[in-house]
């Protein structure tokens, strides 16, 4: 559809004002259909740039959040990535875009279900499950990038122990109301942390998350 095709360029040209310089990352989000990953109601506002609800009290995060991230995780073809909090899947068919060996964890199972529908839809293979992330998933580890897109209150250790050598952990940690973007690398067998902006996520559920109200 071409007007959508149009709201997707700008919203590509609006993501360079706002600072992401990753071109391979801007040409992915250009190709993939964002508009496929929102229900019916939010259709017409999905190149905004903006988190739009997806059901369960849950968001698609705001396309700059996802640009940043993406950016932060440094992505290579053929590069191993497991992302907790699969929600709508767009964040997941960025990286298989990319060229990532995609592996993503989501607790709702309604959501993982219309995320996996359109994952087959468009032809990506990306393997899921249901569950609790934030004890990572042990049978594909070490990831060489690990993407948490729900506020963590602390980094679950599980993941750090499933990051690969020289492998990048991306994850917003802070309170319920507001966190701050943390870059965990891991160099020769230790961690070295980064924190960068501040964010404003949905609550990440789980053992090593925040408790189920
Ligand atoms: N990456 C998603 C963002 C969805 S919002 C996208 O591109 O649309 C974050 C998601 O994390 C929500 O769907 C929420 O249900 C999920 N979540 C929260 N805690 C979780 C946990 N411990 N394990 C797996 N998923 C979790």
């Known amino acids: 559809m071409p007007r959508l095709d149009d709201e997707r360029k700008e919203m ?24 496929l990953f929102v229900t019916q109601p ?9 988190a739009l609800p997806i059901g369960k009290e849950q968001t698609i995060s705001q396309p700059y959040t996802v640009a940043f991230m993406t950016q932060e995780l440094q992505p ?6 497991l992302e907790i909090g699969t929600g709508s899947g767009y964040q997941a ?14 607790r709702h199972l309604e959501l993982l279900n219309s995320a ?4 087959e839809k468009l032809g ?7 569950g609790d992330g934030t004890v990572g998933w042990t049978e594909f580890a070490p990831y060489d ?18 990051l690969a050598e020289g492998g990048r952990l991306v994850i917003p940690v802070g309170d319920l109301t507001a966190q701050r973007l943390r870059i965990i690398t891991k160099v020769n067998g230790g961690f070295e942390t980064k924190e960068l902006q501040g964010f404003k996520f949905v609550p990440l559920i ?3 998350g925040w408790e189920k109200k």
Not at 76 to 81: D, E, L, P, Q
Not at 93 to 106: K, P, S
Not at 124 to 130: E, K, N, Q, T, V
């Open 12 to 35: 590509i040209d609006l993501l360079r004002e706002r600072g992401i310089i990753d071109d391979r990352v801007l040409t992915v989000m250009m190709k993939v259909e964002r508009h």
């Open 206 to 208: 789980g053992k090593k």
């Open 124 to 130: 990506y293979r990306i393997i899921s499950r249901g």
């Open 42 to 50: 939010f259709f017409n506002r999905a190149y905004e740039d903006t």
């Open 145 to 162: 990038g690990i993407i948490v897109t729900a506020g963590a209150p602390e980094v679950p250790e599980p993941l750090m122990n499933q």
């Open 93 to 106: 068919a960025v990286l298989a875009e990319l060229g990532c060996r995609v592996y993503t964890i989501e």
């Open 76 to 81: 290579r073809s053929g590069m191993k990535v």
């Open 116 to 119: 996996r529908r359109v994952f």
